[in-house]
């Protein structure tokens, strides 16, 4: 237990932000395995929710998608997918979303529907929208759980699918969108937080290890940085043990190759994840 790869630090502090959380609602891939850390560690009575309809679902592995029968069998209810957005989601009944992006702006805005290849190239498709905008207009407010890099973390998105701040403060009211928007982004450098003033992103916190240096090279944009910037906490021995757990039972065997939650989605293939739409 003496070191942890980046993604598990990422994951980790991604879980401990649901520490005070009643309700969340939960996209697949990075997301869900955040969310189910958590449950399993700072929050025991995290209830999560899943966009097919299951409320309180406790897997005893990671998901494979929204329609995996895990979710339901240890759901405390299963409702129609209408009832699960239009009665709890749209009605703001829900605490927290947590979201994936493949691509995300300066305000948090996040693409998961289609990216620009280059020239000559077709368009990458990726999963689509799927409950993200919802999630994103509707909850009291959302996390993002996404890897650093310039391809992710860029000056203009190829295609707007969720809305997290638009292009300033503001937007959000004149929209007619219910929730704060993304509160955190927390990815495997550190966590960026909404400037209160301008609504764009600036770095709030660097892992053990990372410098701002490395942050602002990861960025599409010129990142700015807050006034002091923290360091988070490293990962304690029974947050590795158990988010090592919990990934080792979620390794499931398909077409004679290993695939877990974080690598497939609805497409089944390992180019895009679930509901989170991040292209890895």
């Not at 368009?123 to 689509?128: D, K, S, V």
Request: with cysteine; aromatic share 4%.
């Amino acid at each position: 237990m003496s070191g942890w790869s980046s993604d598990e630090l990422m994951t980790v502090n991604a879980a401990r932000a649901l520490a005070d959380v009643r309700t969340c609602f939960v996209g697949i891939g990075l997301p869900s395995t955040a969310a189910n850390l958590a449950r399993r560690t700072v929050n025991p009575g995290l209830v999560l929710l899943y966009e097919s309809g299951t409320i309180g679902s406790k897997p005893t592995r990671l998901p494979l998608s929204i329609g995996d029968g895990e979710l339901a069998d240890t759901a405390d209810a299963v409702v129609p997918v209408p009832e699960m957005f239009n009665y709890w989601l749209q009605a703001g009944r829900i605490d927290v979303g947590f979201l994936g992006a493949a691509q995300l702006d300066r305000h948090a805005n996040i693409n998961t529907t289609v990216v620009d290849r280059g020239p000559g190239r077709p368009q990458g498709r990726l999963p689509g929208a799927g409950g993200a905008p919802e999630i994103a207009a509707s909850c009291g407010e959302v996390l993002v759980v996404v890897r650093h890099s310039p391809r992710s973390f860029v000056e203009r998105l190829d295609f707007v699918t969720s809305v997290g701040h638009g292009s300033g403060p503001g937007d959000r009211r004149r929209l007619g969108l219910r929730g704060r928007g993304p509160t955190a982004v927390i990815t495997d450098l550190g966590v960026l937080r909404p400037d209160p003033a301008t609504a764009e992103l600036v770095l709030a916190e660097l892992h053990p290890g990372v410098s701002a240096e490395q942050a602002r090279a990861a960025t599409g944009w010129r990142l700015r940085t807050a006034d002091a910037v923290g360091t988070t906490a490293a990962p304690t021995a029974a947050e590795l043990r158990t988010l090592r757990a919990l990934k080792a039972a979620g390794t499931t065997e398909t077409t004679g190759r290993t695939e877990t939650a974080e690598t497939t989605g609805r497409t089944g293939t390992a180019e895009t994840t679930g509901t989170t739409g991040e292209h890895v």
